[in-house]
């Protein structure tokens, strides 16, 4: 008869042991000597009987929805190593299971005890049989998980104690258990991949062109995957883990993983700074504002504040790539244009703004503004404030958080416990506020006021590079350029006139600009309004 064999082990790593080699043989012994004829061997890796995940989502479950469509018509035998291979639920779901797949022909078989089970001819024994051996599992498998849950429950409690212990060799990928007590340590060279993917993604490329250029240039990845993908790098980016951060939790078989507590701090070797991931963090944020890509692609700087000031849509930039003028030049014709003009919505704002010509206007006149000394490396002698500020400033979100949640838990219930804990968020909240304004002015008075003359010169430097011939510092420079131009400005207005554009900043300065008919094309003529 025809037979499919069943191999289930909940555990991976079995996997690369016995258990699974064992049970194949087993079953395959047992069907050659009955002389049954094996046409497909089920394996289900790591999925947990005790749930009964493996009946519902597994090779199993496949196999009965198999057999309930039609496709064993004359039967079929399933034999597996032992009846708890099947199932470790509890002996009433093990029965209407086994009712339900013999009853649509299926010949339940066991290597253990050769045991065979089918419609029509159970016994009153074989049934108290199944009952018993149901129970026993399943009782055997609600011993394993209270002895696993109690035994991780100790280990959160101890490190939520403050000790220091290693609660699973299982660490981030810059990370190995070694030693005796075991312990944390660094693996530099991976750890120092780690910092320059926060280092370029705080200059602005993004997870796609970090992978790219990891790729390109032969750096190996922390596991057996061939290349870097942007979804390792947006995944190292997001993980507090580089910071030293462990979150605990607990994981029922076959249940989502649940957060428990806070976050615990310097549980691991951080090996990024505070400021580091700050600055990473905040560049991401401001990504979805950019354009970029490779050669003569640009960023488009005013993306998200450039609108028409006939209809106040966006104005959308156009790139309508190399032109031949007449006068024999090659140049790049980049525009800006309303974007309902463009698709038709009846704006009458039909003007082509000159993308180069309005940027390089627009930032004559904002730029030594928009880009003030934070913008620029710090000097080292003000790493630690930088680093310090970015912690009090994690710390200050953290305390907002739970005071949040402390503040509905106690309207909820008013107890005095819960009022305690949220003034004691309240108060802390309040000296991490006061401990950021002490900070920024730290920061100000260690880095002090440069020349004048030395600021003008950083931004001329900084305009340069936007045009240089190399890509990776073009992109760097207009990403930052584009950073303190979105910090500064609300808007800036096109229109209504062909050739006149306003800016307005946050702080409620103007700027209006216009080219300027009696000098050359990329002069402009400005006035200014300056706010309260």
Not at 205 to 226: D, P
């Amino acid at each position: 008869m025809d037979t499919i064999i069943y191999v289930r082990w909940s555990r991976p790593e079995q996997g690369r042991g016995s258990s699974m080699k064992r049970q194949i043989e087993d079953c395959r012994r047992h069907a050659a000597m009955k002389g049954w004829n094996v046409i497909a061997e089920l394996v289900d890796e790591g999925i947990s009987a005790f749930t009964g995940k493996n009946a519902r989502t597994g090779a199993l479950a496949r196999f009965v929805n198999d057999v309930e469509d039609g496709l064993h018509p004359n039967g079929v035998i399933l034999l597996t190593e032992k009846l708890d291979r099947l199932s470790r639920l509890e002996p009433t779901h093990v029965v209407s299971w086994m009712t339900r797949v013999t009853d649509a022909g299926v010949v339940v078989c066991t290597v253990d005890g050769d045991r065979r089970y089918e419609r029509g001819n159970l016994q009153v024994y074989e049934i108290i049989e199944i009952v018993v051996k149901a129970q026993v599992g399943w009782e055997e498998s609600q011993k394993k998980s209270d002895r696993l849950a109690a035994a991780w429950r100790i280990k959160r409690d101890k490190v939520m104690d403050g000790q220091s212990i290693v609660m699973t060799r299982r660490a981030p990928a810059w990370l190995r258990v070694a030693g005796s007590p075991p312990a944390f340590q660094v693996i530099e060279d991976r750890a120092a991949i780690v910092r320059r993917i926060f280092e370029e993604t705080a200059e602005g490329f993004g997870k796609h062109t970090i992978a790219k250029r990891l790729n390109q240039e032969g750096v190996g990845t922390f596991g057996r995957a061939a290349g870097w993908h942007s979804s390792y790098i947006q995944k190292i980016l997001t993980s507090t883990t580089v910071l030293g951060e462990m979150q605990t939790g607990r994981k029922a078989r076959g249940a989502p993983r649940e957060l428990v507590g806070d976050p615990i701090q310097n549980y691991y070797p951080a090996v990024v700074d505070a400021d580091l991931y700050a600055r990473a963090h905040h560049s991401m944020a401001g990504r979805s504002r950019r354009v970029g890509g490779k050669g003569r692609r640009l960023v488009n700087i005013f993306s998200g504040l450039g609108r028409c000031d006939a209809c106040q849509s966006i104005m959308t930039f156009r790139g309508k790539g190399l032109k031949l003028r007449a006068t024999g030049e090659w140049v790049n014709e980049d525009y800006l244009v309303c974007d309902s003009y463009q698709r038709g919505r009846g704006c009458t704002n039909k003007h082509h703004y000159n993308y180069s010509l309005w940027e390089s206007g627009i930032l004559d006149a904002v730029l030594q503004k928009a880009i003030g000394d934070e913008h620029f490396a710090s000097k080292r002698d003000v790493r630690a404030l930088e680093v310090e500020l970015a912690e009090t400033v994690r710390r200050l979100d953290e305390a907002k958080r739970k005071g949040a949640i402390a503040l509905d838990a106690y309207f909820e219930k008013p107890r005095p416990e819960r009022k305690l804990a949220l003034e004691k968020l309240e108060t802390e909240a309040d000296e991490c506020e006061a401990a950021i304004i002490s900070l920024r002015k730290r920061i100000l008075d260690a880095r002090g006021v440069v020349t004048p003359e030395e600021h003008q010169r950083r931004i001329h430097d900084l305009h340069a590079q936007m045009e240089d011939d190399n890509e990776d510092l073009r992109f760097a420079a207009r990403s930052k350029v584009m950073e303190a131009l979105h910090e500064l400005t609300q808007v800036i207005s096109f229109g209504p006139g062909a050739a006149a554009a306003r800016l307005r900043t946050k702080g409620g300065d103007e700027v209006s600009m216009e080219p300027d008919p009696d000098s050359g094309p990329r002069d402009f003529t400005y006035s200014f309004t300056w706010g309260a």
